[in-house]
């Protein structure tokens, strides 16, 4: 991580704002009460046909002709009363079927006083006739141009509420416009307050804390640092020290091995027996004595290889032994010879810096090979034998000091191992502080450009305690760059995005840092804060003068549709009383429209679309308007076109009576005769009739002691005073057959009285023979036996009503009901009322036997040849009055 690389930032926040209005972010003071950019107050609220809805019906309420009930087109107006109303009755009487009877006097003869009296009612009626029909062809007028109107202004209602619903509806999308101005501004102050305080949802940290936050931990990362670095310094001198220790140890291993070790193949002797040879030397020895000995030994060896023997050889040699002993000892004396480890730091670095020259056989080599290849000679390789010695000894003493480091337990192993610990706790120490400044730097990175932005800290983490500080310090480089903008890649564009792009907030300039962003944010947010309370102001102001324009129209509306709507109820008021004075069935009936309140959109505290526009108006009018439509004077239009023809048919049916009339004098005296005969021809036909049936009416048992009446309505004159009394020996004639058949009829009707009882009876018996069987079988009887008493209740309430002083408690012990119901009813078990089914035979046989029964002759009771030909005597002096027998004559013959 180089403190070089280059880091850019686009700080995307995401609604617009111009330019002018970004840069004022942080300075304007504009009132809260002025309209936003691209908003004005509400226009005026008005609709195109409202003025004309105003006075649709000012045509049929004012025009020419109307309220003038003199104009009455063909039938004129001189039938028309003082006070508008046509006088007189337009009924004269019955005229359907005029003739001769209408005129009668009472005694056959022509009344002349009263035909004319009928023809005066007759041309008098026909007047109000045309009176009427003019009249309600007037009111048919005027119901059509209300109609027509009412259909106009059913076509203007949809326009009106087209328009009426229009001006709410623009009122709402501007209120919806200016709310959604203010939802996006109220979106970007939270999203600004995020960015600034950060978000508990998703856990993100806001700019200010970031910046408190990463200003102080700058503050002490310094510090932080450089305890380690200090730490790092001391881990390497501990290693050091370990390192100085474990290479002192091996030398002087190494020198204890060539120096005092001894080896089976070193014999300076070659008989230890022998008494030249020292006691030192006896035996094996270390390579030390061994090669000092051997090299002492060959100084007494001569050129030619005897053995040399004199005071100046023994001299020469030893002096020759000194000088290699004390090379040999310089080796020793500038090789570490002190084991021990340090106990203290103190130690340690007094040990780390104590010169040492010789650590390994390499440096033996290197410092002294060239001195003690000056010992070479006679056949003997000092040098050699040294050099590979003290290698050899290293070797070995190399191999059992690692031996030793790698052991658990020793010395070297348990110092090593503080150093591997002493250094862990180092890299943990300094891995803390990486994984906090890099997650600080990563959170400072998100709530600037809103990424998540982690930095690779791998080799960091596997590098050395000096290299974790240095890579700590990149880090305090870039958050000191990113908390103070120094660095170009603090640089930083904002973008405050909105729902409506347009509305999104764009900063011309670039903010710097974290301490930079911070103050640039948190003067947008003033800004929106600022923005939001106007918008809210605004739209306030707004939703009160746009409803205030709505109530004035409405209020403007009613006032036009005032003096129409009074005018109109009483005009239909009076309009109905004339179509119920003249006769009419019907009338104009339309009901108010029903009031609609306007409703306040909890919401937008708008007014909401209505309904029905016009009831909103209409329940505002007084009296309110009437919710006339044009189907609504359908009842009134179909009255007054009934009324019209039935007018039209009465004075047809007067005119054509009148016409039937004029010719009716002349043969009236002449029919009265005719008619006189035809009454008595009726009455014969009747009388015949009736006697032909007598014996039909006596035998018959469903009709007994019926007979017509006809037979007596016809002796009232003096010439049938025999009929009268051959009538009262007819009804005398059936006097016994009546008896009898009354009294079967007395019996019969006793008997389909008792039916109910008997039915009853049988439900008894039938519920008791149910419940019998449930208890053979086992089963619950409980509701078998309530069902039977309920059953019981029922018989003794019908029956003892039905048997009254008969009632004997009911049936006795052994006897069923149904027994003891058929054994009271009239006629026992032989029929009578005893059996239901029997007395529907009967009755169904009586039907039968009558449908086939054929004419009887007469009876021998009743003289009908006598009455017969009374009546023709009758008949034939009515004849000889008359002269003629009318159209009932022959009929009767």
Not at 285 to 291: F, P, T
Not at 770 to 789: F, I, N, P, S, V
Request: with cysteine; glycine share 8%.
């Amino acid at each position: 991580m180089g403190k070089g690389r280059k880091i850019s930032f686009i700080l995307v926040l995401g609604l617009s704002f111009s330019v002018s209005a970004a840069e004022n972010a942080t300075t304007s003071t504009t009132q809260t009460s002025a309209a936003p950019p691209g908003f004005n107050t509400p226009g005026q609220f008005n609709v195109a046909v409202a003025q004309s809805m105003g006075s649709i019906f000012g045509k049929c309420l004012s025009g020419p002709g109307f309220g003038q009930i003199a104009d009455m087109g063909q039938y004129g107006a001189s039938a028309v009363g003082p006070n508008g109303t046509c006088p007189g009755s337009e009924s004269a009487g019955d005229f359907s079927s005029v003739d001769c009877k209408h005129f009668s006097d009472g005694s056959g003869g022509f009344n002349q006083s009263k035909y004319e009296n009928a023809l005066k009612k007759i041309k008098e009626a026909r007047k109000t006739i045309g009176c009427k029909i003019g009249q309600v062809s007037r009111l048919k007028g005027e119901i059509g141009c209300l109609q027509s109107q009412a259909d106009s202004l059913a076509q203007q209602v949809g326009s009106f509420q087209s328009g009426f619903t229009a001006n709410i509806r623009q009122y709402q999308t501007d209120v919806a416009k200016i709310v959604a101005v203010k939802t996006d501004r109220e979106g970007q102050q939270e999203f600004v307050q995020k960015r600034l305080n950060g978000d508990e949802k998703t856990g993100a940290k806001g700019l200010i804390a970031l910046e408190e936050t990463t200003r102080a931990m700058v503050k002490g990362m310094r510090n932080e640092i450089l305890q380690i670095k200090e730490a790092n310094k001391q881990l390497d001198s501990q290693r050091k020290a370990l390192t100085n220790l474990m290479e002192n140890r091996k030398m002087m291993l190494t020198n204890e091995c060539f120096m005092a070790e001894k080896n089976e193949s070193y014999r300076c002797c070659a008989n230890d027996d022998d008494p030249n040879c020292p006691d030192t030397m006896r035996g094996p020895v270390s390579a030390h004595q061994y090669v000092l000995c051997r090299f002492q030994q060959n100084q007494h060896i001569g050129a030619g290889g005897q053995r040399r023997k004199s005071k100046v050889v023994d001299r020469q040699a030893n002096a020759r032994t000194s000088d290699l002993a004390a090379i040999l000892s310089d080796i020793f004396n500038k090789s570490p010879i002190d084991p021990n480890l340090a106990k203290t730091p103190q130690e340690a670095q007094q040990l780390a810096n104590k010169p040492i020259r010789v650590l390994t056989a390499a440096d033996i080599t290197s410092k002294y090979k060239g001195r003690l290849d000056k010992f070479n000679g006679n056949g003997l390789d000092v040098s050699g034998f040294v050099l590979k010695t003290y290698s050899s000894c290293f070797t070995k003493s190399a191999y059992s000091v690692d031996k030793e480091r790698i052991t658990s337990g020793t010395t070297f192993y348990v110092e090593a191992e503080k150093i591997l610990a002493a250094e862990r706790k180092v890299k943990e120490d300094g891995a803390v502080l990486l994984n906090t400044y890099s997650q600080q730097y990563m959170d400072s990175l998100e709530a600037l450009i809103g990424q998540h932005m982690p930095l690779d800290t791998t080799a960091c983490n596997k590098g050395t305690p000096l290299t974790l500080a240095n890579c700590l310090d990149d880090v305090r480089n870039n958050l000191e760059g990113v908390l103070d903008g120094t660095s170009a890649s603090s640089e930083m564009r904002i973008l405050i995005p909105a729902t409506d792009p347009a509305n999104a907030i764009r900063l011309p300039s670039s903010c710097r840092g974290l301490t930079g962003c911070k103050i640039a944010m948190e003067r947008v947010s003033d800004y929106l804060d600022r923005e939001v309370k106007k918008l809210d102001a605004f739209k306030k102001d707004y939703v009160l003068k746009a409803n205030q324009n709505v109530d004035a129209f409405v209020k403007k509306m009613a006032g036009l549709m005032n003096m129409q709507s009074q005018q109109l109820k009483g005009r239909v008021t009076s309009l109905n009383t004339s179509l119920a004075s003249l006769g009419v069935r019907g009338s104009v009936s339309f009901k108010p429209v029903q009031g609609e309140d306007l409703e306040i959109d909890r919401e937008t505290g708008l007014y909401m679309e209505p309904k029905n526009a016009l009831n909103v108006i209409g329940s505002k009018v007084n009296p309110p308007i009437m919710d006339a439509k044009p189907e609504d004077f359908t009842d009134a239009l179909s009255g007054v076109a009934d009324r019209i023809n039935e007018l039209k048919e009465k004075d047809e049916k007067l005119a054509q009576a009148e016409i039937d009339l004029s010719s009716l004098p002349a043969t009236c005296k002449e029919e009265s005769l005719g008619r006189l005969g035809d009454k008595i021809a009726e009455e014969n036909l009747s009388h015949l009739d009736d006697c032909a049936r007598s014996r039909e009416f006596c035998e018959d048992e469903e009709a007994m002691g019926r007979l017509s009446n006809s037979i007596a309505e016809i002796v009232d004159e003096p010439e049938f005073e025999d009929l009268s009394s051959k009538l009262h020996g007819f009804n005398q004639a059936c006097a016994k057959t009546r008896a009898a058949g009354v009294k079967a009829d007395e019996e019969e009707l006793e008997g389909k009285k008792w039916k109910p009882c008997i039915g009853a009876a049988k439900a008894v018996d039938k519920a008791r023979e149910d419940k019998d069987g449930m208890y053979k079988e086992g089963k619950d009887t409980g509701r078998a036996a309530d069902d039977l008493d309920a059953k019981t209740r029922k018989f003794d309430e019908l029956c003892k009503k039905i048997a009254g002083d008969k009632w004997d408690g009911g049936p006795s012990s052994g006897q069923t009901y149904e027994e003891w119901a058929t054994e009271n009813a009239p006629g026992g078990d032989e029929g009578g009322g005893g059996d239901v089914a029997s007395a529907d035979k009967k009755d169904d046989k009586k039907g039968k036997e009558k449908k086939d029964k054929k004419p009887p002759k007469f009876s021998e009771s009743v003289d009908c040849s006598a009455i017969a030909a009374n009546l023709e005597r009758q008949f034939g002096k009515y004849q000889r009055v008359s002269g003629s027998y009318g159209s009932k004559a022959d009929e009767a013959q």
